[in-house]
């Protein structure tokens, strides 16, 4: 059960709080001791057997306080590599039929954009993002409010369209593989749709009952797989070296085609349809957390803050090691497979299509071995597949609850995993699990999380004022720009639905975070000195009237004073609180830091750090528990102060305090006595 404590705290106020402290507040604070009153959140609580079923699944939320294992960087590169590595299943394939002759030219200017290019960008994100949050979080912390909080939307919407296109690729290309193997081809028959769906239903299953990544697993799988593909290419190499005129045939046809700048222009204009080859890089730098970084980080604790050397050294040779295998990797594969496979078998329907290297494993070396590669390649491509989905479970409970823009149930790995599988399930109707007709989209995501991680870093770097290093990478960010529009272009397709995942999850984000608006949302209260501490517990327990006031002046105590005195026959002493909101009113919640004193008989309180007024003085009142309540309404239009309520944290503050509390109540006992509330027009 989730619990909310007003507890002391001793250091200023956190960094969070934008708001500036007030003169002469001290600073000796007592130890860290529970205030005697806690406040609980609402549970998740299922009734049916379904909701039951689906509570059971794993918690998503609650790895912060888990103990992370921690490996070589040469034994966590294989986790990362069933992600990039597989892509050798489709990726000459997609190239053949995307620059046909010229495609070991188009490959070659992609590794050149690879090891120029996304490689440096990374070794800068990894240096910023340690704990393995990537690009998205980097911008989240560069551009704050709502315009960085957009923006992960944005970006989010965009990782979902690679992360889900990577599992429905995947499975695709998987059922590729089974239908084309005659020794499988019996038991699948021509069903590509259908074999599709099956892996995916497989993949989800395997979710919903608790499957985790395994880097033991992920070791198994990568490691033949690359093997048997260097197996098939030599087998290759050494069947163009027998026969020497393939090669002068490709020299001739490469001729006809025009001298060597116009095979280089030519080369650049297919280069984007090759740009899934870039992919595997945002998840090199996911799997930081499990690298270890040996004796240069003992010292290193998140708390004391510092960077982890160690482990950001290890992850930068992971993603070098991981960019130089997959390059070498991508030449040979294009090579080999350009001069021994003919266009009428690399075609949209040739029995190369989506298995160039199995094509080759079977022609020359034999259906025996072919079905083992065959095997290996479901086997990879399919843990491709579920570190996509983990890679979702994980980056979407990690940033939407955070923003308020996630039902509760996200935190819920069962939930999650069914709605994934429906995106999957559409996905692969609408392209009738094709695996060129996917690239587009595929191509787009991972271009669009590129993109961002340059754009990330050249922000970065500018701020740090490393002038050169900045404009090095603001020219990436240019050439991933161009191979994103020309990309989109060409293949609108990972654009559109991109964008309606955008879309999707930002109407869903705003209805959640209008929905959640009105739970008790602080995370937990401080005092803000020694006299505010030793003054609290006269406060509590229907001791005093709590009166907010919209000004911190005497004036306006005096005035509010004499205008219940007016109205209402009221004893005993008052308590006015002014609530000072951050800068940054787009966070959903924040910890409060309240300074107290006597004025008399009364008490006036100052509370900073709050994100919304309501929130902060429904948390007040159930924290002190005061015989009634005094506050104001405005008068104005309540559609225009419900928005200003939701974006801002202002509004009217009266009739929201109300039914934060109404809500809150309904989780408590109701035998508690509760305070009187009087409306009062401003």
């Not at 007003?6 to 934008?18: G, I, N, P, W, Y």
């Not at 939307?153 to 979902?160: E, K, S």
């Not at 240019?478 to 989109?488: H, I, K």
């Not at 104005?636 to 801002?648: P, W």
Request: aromatic content about 10%.
């Amino acid at each position: 059960m989730m619990k909310t404590r007003l507890v002391f705290k001793e250091e200023q106020r956190m960094a969070s709080s934008q708001s500036e402290s007030p003169p002469g507040r001290e600073r000796q604070i007592p130890k860290r001791i529970p205030f005697r009153e806690r406040l609980q959140q609402p549970t998740l609580e299922y009734k049916s057997a379904i909701g039951k079923w689906l509570a059971c699944g794993e918690l998503l939320d609650d790895h912060a306080g888990t103990a992370i294992p921690a490996y070589p960087w040469w034994k966590v590169i294989w986790l990362t590599g069933v992600d990039y590595f597989s892509t050798l299943g489709y990726q000459p394939g997609i190239a053949l039929i995307a620059a046909g002759v010229v495609a070991p030219i188009a490959t070659l200017i992609l590794v050149v954009v690879t090891m120029l290019g996304a490689l440096p960008v990374y070794i800068q994100v990894a240096g910023r993002s340690f704990a393995g949050q990537g690009s998205i979080a980097m911008l989240e912390n560069l551009l704050t409010g709502w315009k960085g909080k957009v923006l992960v939307l944005i970006l989010l919407g965009f990782a979902a369209t690679d992360f889900v296109i990577t599992m429905t690729l995947s499975a695709a290309d998987a059922a590729t593989h089974a239908i084309e193997n005659p020794f499988l081809t019996r038991y699948f028959g021509h069903h590509q749709v259908l074999v599709t769906l099956a892996f995916l239903t497989l993949l989800a299953v395997l979710f919903l009952r608790g499957f985790k990544e395994a880097i033991g697993l992920a070791t198994f799988a990568a490691i033949p797989y690359l093997a048997l593909n260097l197996v098939v290419l030599g087998r290759g190499a050494w069947e163009v070296a027998k026969h020497p005129v393939l090669l002068a045939d490709w020299r001739s046809l490469l001729a006809a085609k025009g001298d060597l700048s116009l095979v280089i222009i030519g080369a650049l204009v297919v280069f984007p349809k090759l740009a899934l080859g870039l992919s595997g890089f945002e998840t090199g730098v996911s799997v930081m957390p499990l690298i270890d970084g040996g004796e240069a980080d003992h010292s290193y604790h998140p708390r004391h803050g510092g960077r982890p050397k160690g482990r950001i050294g290890n992850t930068r040779k992971l993603l070098a090691a991981a960019a130089s295998i997959m390059s070498v990797m991508l030449i040979f594969s294009s090579f080999v497979t350009t001069l021994l496979i003919g266009p009428e078998d690399y075609g949209v329907d040739g029995k190369a299509s989506g298995r160039a290297i199995a094509f080759l494993a079977h022609k020359y070396i034999g259906p025996g071995f072919g079905t083992v590669y065959d095997l290996s390649t479901i086997l990879i491509l399919g843990l491709a597949g579920a570190s996509a989905m983990a890679g979702l479970l994980h980056l979407i409970p990690r940033y939407l609850p955070r923003f308020g823009m996630a039902p509760r149930w996200v935190a819920l790995s069962r939930p999650l995993v069914l709605v994934l599988f429906s995106i999957n399930v559409a996905i692969t109707l609408v392209f009738h699990a094709d695996v060129e007709a996917q690239s587009g989209a595929y191509a787009t995501g991972v271009l669009v999380l590129i993109l961002s991680a340059a754009f990330a870093a050249t922000l970065a770097l500018w701020r740090e004022r490393r002038r050169f290093l900045a404009a090095y990478s603001a020219i990436l960010c240019l050439v991933f720009a161009y191979t994103l529009a020309d990309n989109c272009v060409e293949r609108p397709d990972g654009l559109i639905i991109g964008a309606i995942l955008t879309l999707l999850l930002m109407l869903a984000s705003g209805l959640s975070r209008s929905l959640r608006s009105v739970e008790l949302r602080i995370s937990e209260g401080f005092f803000a000195d020694t006299e505010s501490w030793e003054i609290g517990p006269e406060l509590r327990g229907k001791k005093v009237h709590l009166v907010p006031i919209k000004s911190s002046s005497t004036e306006a105590r005096n005035k509010k004073r004499e205008e219940i005195s007016k109205h209402y026959n009221v004893r005993g002493p008052f308590l006015f609180l002014h609530v000072n909101l951050l800068d940054n009113r787009s966070e959903f919640s924040a910890p409060l830091e309240a300074m107290i004193r006597k004025e008399g008989n009364d008490y006036f309180a100052e509370v900073y750090g709050a994100t919304s007024i309501a929130n902060s003085l429904a948390f007040a009142s159930e924290c002190i528990d005061p015989i009634s309540v005094f506050i104001g309404l405005t008068r104005r239009d309540l559609m225009t102060q419900a928005v200003r309520f939701i974006l801002f944290g202002e509004g009217e503050t009266g009739l929201m305090f109300y039914t934060i509390l109404l809500r809150y109540w309904d989780s408590t006992p109701p035998g508690d006595v509760r305070p009187l509330i009087f409306l009062m027009s401003d």
